[in-house]
């Protein structure tokens, strides 16, 4: 079983900055791109930054020069260092990995339970 969890988020500041984690775990055999996306009240579910195995990396046009999104092969895990917040970047931030579970021989993807960034001006 895979599971994706998140972990970093809060309440911060305008200006202020959050690193968010997450970690995949479970019987997995090969990850291909992993993710950052988030989701505003009322608003679709949206990318923010993702990144390759190979560290090819993409991010929405939003956030360039704010966010880097980072990643540990070896670890399963994605960090997504957000500077210089805003409150439009307020929105509960899913991760996402598009992966083969052991015993498979697809890529699949799978989400994260969602941790909340509330920036307060």
């Known amino acids: 079983q895979v599971q994706l969890v998140e972990s970093g988020g809060g309440l911060v500041q305008v200006g202020g900055s959050l690193r968010l984690s997450c970690a995949a775990s479970?019987?997995?055999?090969?990850?291909?791109?992993m993710g950052w996306y988030r989701q505003a009240p009322g608003k679709q579910r949206e990318l923010v930054a993702r990144?390759?195995?190979?560290?090819?990396?993409d991010y929405a046009d939003s956030v360039k020069g704010r966010f880097t999104i980072s990643r540990d092969n070896a670890k399963n895990t994605a960090d997504l260092q957000m500077n210089s917040l805003k409150p439009e970047d307020t929105a509960v931030y899913y991760c996402n990995a598009n992966l083969i579970p052991l015993g498979s021989y697809r890529y699949k993807g799978y989400w994260g339970q969602g941790t909340q960034v509330t920036v307060s001006s």
């Open positions: 990144i390759s195995k190979d560290g090819t990396t």
């Open positions: 479970g019987s997995i055999l090969s990850i291909n791109v």
